[in-house]
């Protein structure tokens, strides 16, 4: 089993919870870490914010700083300013310096400008201005403690970027700090701070998870070829004993396991939603609980995720989590979970015919080739109720990464590159430096891993992931240098073409109705939005911040290595300006202003999706 490496001494001032009536502070909630934590949330919220136009910051009229074009001022409610140093980006997007941000007090008050940082100041100072009605803010504060103590753990447990660098896949993920472009990206609404502490992906902490027994006529199985009987899907994921245990289980109670489907369950999911919500089917003997399987897996970046610690060749396995996160409940929609190994045999079939894809790309798509669903027999009845009552019980097994990786290549997700450690020291920096190449170099190389497989899917197959920096996963040799992709968590995120692409007139019925589909203008979208947008204008701000790469360099890169797909394939020139993603200028789609205005907390029947908010400029396109 993978060890861990331990984390900086944290005994001192540090107390273990005698009893309920005797708690104790984590050992993270100190001044210093919370400040820091503060300053750093606070700086982005401003930044995201202005890319979204949610505020809008002036030019500072009377700074020293002012003439190199780096001084901001933004106006208050009470009249106060918050001034900052910004640099403005790709994509007209902001990077505000944390140690800059200062308090002016309104302009007949004579008192000098101070250091700030605190973003619980900062939003009650700017509640008229951002325009965000009570409900809202509510929510709005109660996600932002989560984020922020969840910062501060991260912080105070922190590793070096060298240390980092030796990690394995799945230890890595434990020391990830979240999406960077949504602000409040580890609200986790629902989880208390012991339950955090337990199952945050940045509490490190292998877990055992319970099983249930569901009756077939609650539940359904799908699984992909050579996976079709459960029977073998439990065969290579329980031991024998353990598979014998909940047999046994089941018949002492009088109940014939031939008509039941196992699957893990999430210990959160069963205490607040399985044994309140599934009382009566609990009560019938149509779901039977299990005891916990022998195996140690450990949460990742979406937290309802786990990988196999003690057998690694076993699946990860994707569970239903009622919180809501980032967007969205984390719950598994049942018509996904259903479809999801269709999904997967027909992306691997256009893999597996295409030459391209298959021998020069080489490109891993890990898919999620077996599912349980469990459906309410109330709630499916019911299409009006909030979705998240539509995504209660259920598991889906994917194929786990270690088992596609040739001798010597290891993994890492996309995000992990956005890493600084306290130190200052890039995690790309620490990659960079161990392969031996140029900066320049080290980028082509990540740029011809990264691109083509993603080019190839949507010039020739009208079909799009959305390759963000936790679902896309960049494989690397001895040297560190980037080869290849991987792709994961793709069932929920494949878009195609409405276009009637030749390509696409096999696709399966099953597949068809659940894969979403967008006119082909649109289509680029989720590669500029997911990877360019999402991961591309961070890094590109730190290959120029942190490796003298100027950033204009760091997209010629990238539109060199699209113009190089496109000579590769000259036949699909059509398709080339069909899905143009070289053109001046691009949807700005909006993470934060969706969560401020668009959705806010309020229940909707249907799962939200980004909003758009005019334009901004392409860094690709070049006249």
Request: include cysteine.
């Amino acid at each position: 089993m993978p060890t861990f490496p331990a984390a900086p001494d944290s005994s001192a001032g540090a107390c273990l919870p005698l009893s309920p009536q005797h708690p104790c502070t984590p050992p993270e909630l100190t001044r210093p870490t919370w400040e820091a934590a503060g300053r750093r949330l606070l700086a982005k919220m401003l930044a995201e914010f202005a890319y979204e136009e949610i505020v809008t910051p002036l030019p500072a009229a009377s700074s020293a700083a002012s003439t190199a074009g780096d001084a901001w001022t933004l106006p208050l409610d009470d009249g106060s300013s918050l001034g900052f140093r910004a640099r403005r980006r790709s994509y007209d997007s902001w990077q505000v310096a944390p140690d800059s941000i200062t308090l002016s007090p309104p302009p007949t008050d004579p008192r000098p400008p101070t250091a700030f940082g605190d973003p619980y100041d900062f939003l009650v100072r700017a509640r008229g201005l951002l325009r965000l009605d009570g409900p809202t803010l509510g929510h709005l504060v109660r996600e932002l403690s989560a984020t922020l103590s969840a910062d501060a753990r991260i912080e105070h447990t922190a590793l070096t970027a060298d240390v980092l660098a030796d990690l394995g896949y799945a230890a890595l993920e434990g020391h990830q700090t979240g999406h960077p472009w949504l602000v409040l990206n580890k609200g986790r609404i629902g989880l208390s701070a012991a339950d955090t502490a337990a199952w945050a992906p940045e509490a490190r902490t292998p877990q055992r998870l319970p099983w249930l027994a569901a009756h077939t006529s609650l539940a359904a199985y799908r699984g992909t070829a050579g996976l079709e009987d459960p029977a073998r899907l439990y065969t290579a994921e329980l031991d024998p004993v353990t598979r014998t245990a909940y047999d046994r289980a089941l018949r002492d109670r009088g109940l014939d396991p031939l008509h039941y489907l196992y699957l893990p369950v999430h210990p959160w999911q069963w205490d607040e939603i399985v044994l309140p919500l599934f009382a009566p089917a609990l009560a019938s003997g149509a779901l039977v609980p299990l005891p916990a399987d022998p195996d140690l897996r450990l949460p990742q970046q979406s937290i309802r995720t786990f990988l196999n610690l003690t057998h690694p060749e076993r699946h990860s396995v994707k569970l239903p989590l009622s919180v809501f996160n980032t967007m969205v409940w984390r719950g598994l929609p049942t018509e996904l979970a259903l479809a999801a190994p269709a999904v997967t045999a027909w992306i691997h079939s256009l893999r597996d015919a295409d030459p391209f894809l298959r021998d020069e790309c080489r490109v891993i798509l890990l898919g999620e080739v077996a599912s349980v669903t469990v459906r309410h027999p109330v709630y499916e009845q019911l299409p009006e109720v909030p979705y998240q009552y539509k995504e209660l019980l259920g598991a889906i097994w994917r194929e786990p990464l270690a088992g596609h990786l040739a001798p010597g290549e290891r993994a890492r997700t996309l995000a992990s590159l956005l890493h600084t450690d306290a130190r200052g020291r890039s995690f790309t920096a620490e990659l960079v430096a161990r392969s031996g190449l140029t900066p320049a170099a080290w980028l082509q190389r990540l740029f011809a891993a990264l691109l083509p497989p993603l080019l190839h899917f949507l010039y020739r197959y009208g079909t799009v992931f959305s390759p963000h920096g936790e679902n896309a996963i960049v494989v690397f040799d001895e040297q560190d240098v980037p080869v290849r992709l991987a792709v994961k968590d793709f069932v929920d995120d494949i878009n195609i073409s409405d276009e009637p692409l030749p390509e696409l007139a096999a696709l399966p019925e099953e597949v068809r109705a659940v894969l979403l589909t967008e006119p082909a203008d649109f289509l680029p979208q989720f590669i500029h939005s997911g990877l360019f947008v999402g991961v591309f204008r961070y890094l590109a701000a730190l290959c120029e911040d942190r490796m003298g790469v100027p950033e204009s360099d760091f997209w010629s890169l990238v539109r060199a290595e699209i113009l190089r797909h496109q000579a590769r394939f000259p036949e699909l020139k059509e398709r080339h300006e069909l899905f143009d993603l070289l053109g001046e200028r691009i949807g700005r789609l909006c993470l934060n202003r969706n969560r401020l205005y668009e959705d806010g907390y309020r229940d909707r029947s249907e799962r939200p999706h980004a909003v758009q908010y005019g334009t901004v400029p392409n860094p690709l396109y070049q006249p």
